[in-house]
Every structure is written in C-alpha cells, then in structure tokens.
C-alpha cells in the first residue's frame, strides 16, 4: 500500500498554495504535516484525498493514476479539527452509518462497529448520543466512523487542537496505538512539533507551501536540512545569530567567541548564520564551554515549572525556556549562557553547513 505525489502542485486565482511536491507514503506508516497556520498542510492533504485536483502532477495509489478520480470512489477517511457527528443519531449509528452506505449485512456492521467502539474504548457509550459524549469521547466517536471504513488512507487535519489539554494528551497516547492496530496509511497535520515529536513516525516540514524536507521524526528534528525546516520544527521558534569563522575560533559578534570543534573545524572560513533552540539558553555557566551573551529581558512568561525569557540581543530577538520560576523586571540587563554543542551552522543561502554535535551524538 502506496500513496505516491508526483510533482503535484495548486494553484487557485493565480496563487500557488502547494508548490511542486514529491512524497511517498507508505502503508503502516504514520506521516505527520508540521508547519504553521497557512503553510499548506490542509490543502496538501486535500490534494491527497482527491477533494481538490492538482495543477500539475500525479497522485499514485499502490501504483495506479488515481489524480481524477474522485473523493467518494477512493479509501479514504478524514477527520477535521471541528469534529462532526450525526446528533440526533446514538454513537453506535453514528459509526455504523459508512458501513450501511456500503450496503454491508447487519452482522458485518455490528463486528465491526464493536470492535472499534473497543479499540476506541467507546463500548460503554454506543447507546449515548454524541452531545452526551465529553470532547475527547466525541472526537473518538469521530475516528471510529473514519476507521470503521476501512480507508487506506486515513487524514487527520489538527483533530485534537480544539480539546482541552488533558484530552489532548489522552488522545496523543491514543493515537499511534489505533494507528497500529489498523495497519492503514495516517496522516496527521499539526502547528505544534511537541506532537510531531510525541507521534514520532515520519514528519514533512512545511513552509509557505513548499515541503522542506520529510523523513523520520527524530531524524527532522536533530538534523534539519535548513534554517527554514529548524524554525519550523522548534517551539519557540529556533533562534539565530551571526557567526564568522576564521581558523579554529567561532565568533558570535565582538565579544563572544568559542573554539571550532568537530564539524566545525572541517568548514571552510566565511560568515555563517547560527541557530539554537530556546530550551538551550540558561541563565547560569551550565558547561565549562559555554558562551556568555548580554541581552536585554523585553517581557517574561511564567508557566509554573518554566520560564519564558523574552530577549533582545543587538538586533534580534531571541526566547530562552529555563526550568523553574524566574522573577525578573523587564527592561532589566541579563546574561544567558549557550554551549556550542548545542549550535547549529547554517550557510548564506540557509543550507545546513554544519549540525550541532550534541544531534550528532544522539
């Protein structure tokens, strides 16, 4: 089981909403779009189900041209971030209703509708009708119908962003598992990289209608192809900084400097653009190698067992994620402190040049 994007492109007014894309997916895989709110990962995904046709290219099920056929004569399920349910119907009729539109015989949608309601711990519920059901019981009732279909593809476009966080978290947990056991193809769209990273599978990072690069989640996250797929997959968004290397030393500005070790030794001498994650900003000499940077504190973000510091360093404006509770004025002078295992280098035309050593060691 396949599903293969060939050059697939849209296009609507003369706007380009996807530019020319290329992907394979395989079945019992599953495929998580990241990428922020009007990067294209709803219209990619309608691409996929055949509710939009491409500009240019082909979609390619298990080898067969499917880019004209439409929506209803392929198997595919999806499952929106306003999820829909029949009210006046119990959940039992609610899942079942695919299985009566394909005409299959009662004893066939009562096997499957309860062994999904199982899978979904959706058992004790199947007489409730939905707007009985919590948030989280809804959605499930939502992916069962999905699931029930036996669809190859099932599209999951941000289904969990409208639930509260201990739903979220319940249905983050959930998912890879119904996702296993149904041995279907999921792809799953989110603005968020904690859940891309919690789903694991596979990532395609998008930006501005172009997908930047896609492979393995882990693999997305330690080693970036670009400063752009980086920014993406970072929450806050990965900061930056100039760099020059001359010889074996690292120059971040005037005052701050650092030897050029491992990857960084073998690049050639010129300017470059550095980047690191929030959470590797400290507030104290946390390594013996660590770099000192005086910025300035423009806002602060207290979460209860974390601390978002708002900074200004020269012109640009960076975020730090430091553990604990940190009461600091804004508008006040701080240091933070960066170990050089944790930088990035990234070439003038953004290319990864060089990745951080603690993602090569991981």
Known sequence: MT???????????????????DLVLEGGTMNVLLGPTLSGKTSLMRLMAGLDTPAEGRILWDGRDVTGVRVQDRRVAMVYQQFINYPSMSVYENIASPLRLQGRSRAEIDREVRGVAEMLKLTPMLKRKPLELSGGQQQRCALARALVKGAGLVLLDEPLANLDYKLREELRLEIPRIFEASGAIFVYATTEPEEALLLGGNTATLWQGR???????????????????????SDPPMNFLPVTKTGTRLSFGHLANAPAEGAFARLADGHYLAGFRANHLALNRHSGRAVAFSCRLSAIEITGSETFLHLVHGSDGWVGLVPGVHEIAPGSEVSVWLDPAHVYLFDAEGALAAPAAYALAA
Do not use: C, K, M, N
């Open 3 to 21: 599903l293969e994007l060939q050059g697939v492109s849209r296009v609507v007014g003369g706007r380009v909403h996807i530019h020319p894309t």
């Open 211 to 233: 997908v930047t690069q896609f492979g393995p989640t882990p693999q997305v996250y330690r080693r970036p192809v670009d400063a752009t797929t980086a920014r993406v997959f």
